[in-house]
Each structure stands twice: as structure tokens, then as C-alpha cells.
Nanobody, 123 residues
Framework: QVQLVESGGGLVQPGGSLGLSCAAS????????MHWFRQPPGKERAFVAG????????NYADSVKGRFTVSRDNAKNTMYLQMNSLKPEDTAVYYC????????????????WGQGTQVTVSS
């Protein structure tokens, strides 16, 4: 099984940018499709973005399309999320997740979750 550790969260002003990383260890990273989810305060965890094993196919939630970019570097066993034009409603705990299934979306079956990193968008 793969282990995941997120980093890069913090406080940013509206309109600003922030980058998250998800470092994987254990099983072969390229065996997994990778995903970002987020959980805003008082709400359920929701899908943000997903990326295929080779990094050539991505999928995004409508709320982040055009602002967020997911990528991965299989040589470094790391996935990234670049977040631009951040809004207060992007405030959440962000989780990376690994799946052995090919589906890139909210219904995919997650095998492993990271511990989460807090992103706060506020002036």
C-alpha cells in the first residue's frame, strides 16, 4: 500500500496562489491514479481534481476548472496542485488520495488518504 503526505498549505489572500504537494512512498507510485479532495468547514469532503497514472489525463470539479492545475512527477513520486485566483470558498482541508481504479472523479474508489493540509483564503 502507498503512504501519502501533503504539504504546502497555508494562509493566502483572495486572488492569490498556492501550491500543494503530495509525496508518496511504499508501493509503486505510477500504479495509482491520484486525486485531490477537500473538506470545507462544516461540509462533506468533495472531489477537486484527478490525474491518470501517466499524467496525461486530468479531470476537475467545475468549481476549480481554469484556476487549479493538477500534475504529477512519477520519477519523484509526487503529485502537485497549483491553485490560482483563490477565493474564500476554496478554504478547506485538502487531501490527496490514491486509487488503483482508472476513474478520475468523485465516485472513484480510494485506497489511501493523506492526512490533509489546511488552506485558508482570507484577507
Amino acid at each position: 500500500q502507498v503512504q501519502l503526505v501533503e504539504s504546502g498549505g497555508g494562509l493566502v489572500q483572495p486572488g492569490g496562489s498556492l501550491g500543494l504537494s503530495c509525496a508518496a512512498s511504499g508501493r509503486t507510485f505510477s500504479d495509482y491514479t491520484m486525486h485531490w479532495f477537500r473538506q470545507p468547514p462544516g461540509k462533506e469532503r468533495a472531489f477537486v481534481a484527478g490525474i491518470s497514472r501517466g499524467g496525461t489525463i486530468t479531470n476537475y470539479a467545475d468549481s476549480v476548472k481554469g484556476r487549479f492545475t493538477v500534475s504529477r512527477d512519477n520519477a519523484k513520486n509526487t503529485m502537485y496542485l497549483q491553485m490560482n485566483s483563490l477565493k474564500p470558498e476554496d478554504t478547506a482541508v485538502y487531501y490527496c488520495a490514491a486509487s488503483t481504479k482508472p476513474l478520475l472523479g468523485p465516485g472513484t474508489q480510494i485506497e489511501t488518504w493523506g492526512q490533509g493540509t489546511q488552506v485558508t483564503v482570507s484577507s
